[in-house]
């Protein structure tokens, strides 16, 4: 979590009061009681068939998005060799996009699998007390996104925030698919 995310979270959390035990007795007692028509309880239709149909889904989704456990360790510990490397800074938004796009659709063309982009952590805010008005590190912000759209993310298997030694917040190490 960013500094602001911790001043934001206060300030939506200063009057919440946790409920009272007997609160949560009537709460618990509401939800137990029975409907007042008397009637029986609908319940929904089953939907086993719906249930089968996700889970397989999710299953394929799974198996096409996975790493295996190991590589996924070396990766988050920064331990697979970076082959190219993409440095960000002075870059506008849409410029910083076509860049990135551009390069890791070179390197997934060549077979490369490890890539470094460099963002940078962008600026903190120039006037604390108006820190919500300030938009910095709007590329650190976007590049998760970006890896989540067409047509990087047919390319992109993993994403993750580099070590301190590669960059650490202002740096994300990119693993690419197998180009088949």
């Not at 979590?1 to 911790?6: A, I, S």
């Not at 799974?62 to 960000?88: A, F, P, Y």
Request: hydrophobic residues 35%; aromatic residues 4%.
């Amino acid at each position: 979590m960013h500094e602001n995310d911790d001043d934001l979270w206060s300030m939506f959390t200063s009057d919440v009061k946790p409920l009272s035990a007997k609160e949560v007795e009537e709460k618990k007692a509401k939800e137990e009681t029975p409907p007042k028509d008397g009637g029986a309880e609908i319940l929904p239709e089953p939907q086993d068939v719906v249930i089968v149909e996700k889970k397989a889904a999710l299953k394929k989704k799974r198996t096409s998005n996975q790493m295996d456990k190991n590589t996924q360790q070396k990766l988050v510990q920064g331990k697979i060799k970076i082959e190219r490397q993409i440095d960000l800074h002075g870059l506008n938004r849409d410029e910083a996009q076509d860049a990135l796009t551009q390069f890791i659709s070179n390197a997934f063309q060549q077979n490369i699998r490890m890539l470094l982009v460099i963002t940078g952590k962008g600026a903190t805010s120039i006037n604390p007390e108006h820190w919500m008005e300030d938009k910095r590190g709007i590329l650190k912000e976007k590049l998760p996104q970006w890896l989540s759209l067409a047509p990087l993310n047919e390319m992109v298997l993993q994403h993750h925030q580099a070590r301190p030694r590669h960059g650490g917040a202002g740096a994300f190490y990119v693993y690419l698919r197998k180009n088949k």
